[in-house]
């Protein structure tokens, strides 16, 4: 079974870009069909689909995130990783990376990461 790992900092301030990285093991990257997807669930509200990179290295995000989120993988470390921009308090929020075979959902999850945008 492939297990998801993110890591990254936990306090970002404001204007800055966020970046995680999500560290596969279990299995590969390159794994035909497989997605994987960055999610996050702000404080109080639900889940929000930011985006995924596929077994090709194609990318797609959801259009609340496609102008400042990109997505990119390191297939030499088996990562792959999230940038978000020009971020605000409002993108605080657990971040989870995951992954599956469904393009447009997962089955396997990370244990999820908080990131705070604060001054």
């Known amino acids: 079974q492939v297990q998801l790992q993110e890591s990254g900092p936990g306090l970002v301030k404001p204007s800055q870009t966020l970046s995680l990285t999500c560290t596969v093991s279990g299995g590969s990257i390159t794994t035909s069909y497989y997605y994987f997807n960055w999610i996050r669930k702000p404080p109080g509200k639900g889940l929000e689909w930011i985006g995924h990179i596929s077994y090709r290295a194609s990318t797609k995000y959801s259009p609340t995130h496609d102008r400042r989120a990109s997505i990119s993988r390191d297939t030499s470390k088996n990562q792959f990783t999230l940038h978000l921009t020009s971020v605000t308090p409002e993108d605080t929020a657990v971040y989870y990376c995951?992954?599956?075979?469904?393009?447009?959902?997962?089955?396997?999850w990370g244990k999820g990461t908080l990131v705070t945008v604060s001054s």
């Open positions: 995951g992954g599956g075979f469904d393009p447009d959902g997962m089955d396997d």
